[in-house]
């Protein structure tokens, strides 16, 4: 059974960093992208970042780009993301997810697994 989960969310102040990480288990294969995306209050769950299996390749979205860095662990089976000069508009439920396979997709109907979401809060 394949499970992820999420841990490093929390309450931060505009500005401030969050590390947050996922840790997978379960997968048949090493050859998978991994990726997050967050869901704000009232809105869609959107796309942040993903990284592919041997972390050659990675993408942002424009909102978090130059703020954010996504890296894996292949030996622990883990990714990070590393959150800087946080803004309270980046207060979402930020969840991790994997797509089994060898390249970077964006849309969330695209991921074959996801974890149960950690909550960011950036406050002003």
């Known amino acids: 059974q394949v499970q992820l989960v999420e841990s490093g969310g929390g309450l931060v102040q505009a500005g401030g960093s969050l590390r947050l990480s996922c840790a997978a288990s379960?997968?048949?294969?090493?050859?998978?992208?991994m990726g997050w995306f967050r869901r704000a209050p009232g809105k869609e769950r959107e796309f942040v970042t993903a990284i592919t299996w041997d972390g050659g390749n990675t993408s942002y979205a424009d909102s978090v780009e130059g703020r954010v860095t996504i890296s894996r662990d292949n030996a622990k089976n883990t990714v990070t993301l590393q959150m800087n000069s946080l803004k309270p508009e980046d207060t979402a439920i930020y969840f991790c997810a994997v797509d089994v396979g060898w390249s970077i997709r964006l849309r969330e109907i695209e991921y074959d697994y996801w974890g149960q979401g950690t909550q960011v809060t950036v406050s002003s």
């Open positions: 379960g997968l048949a294969t090493s050859f998978y992208t």
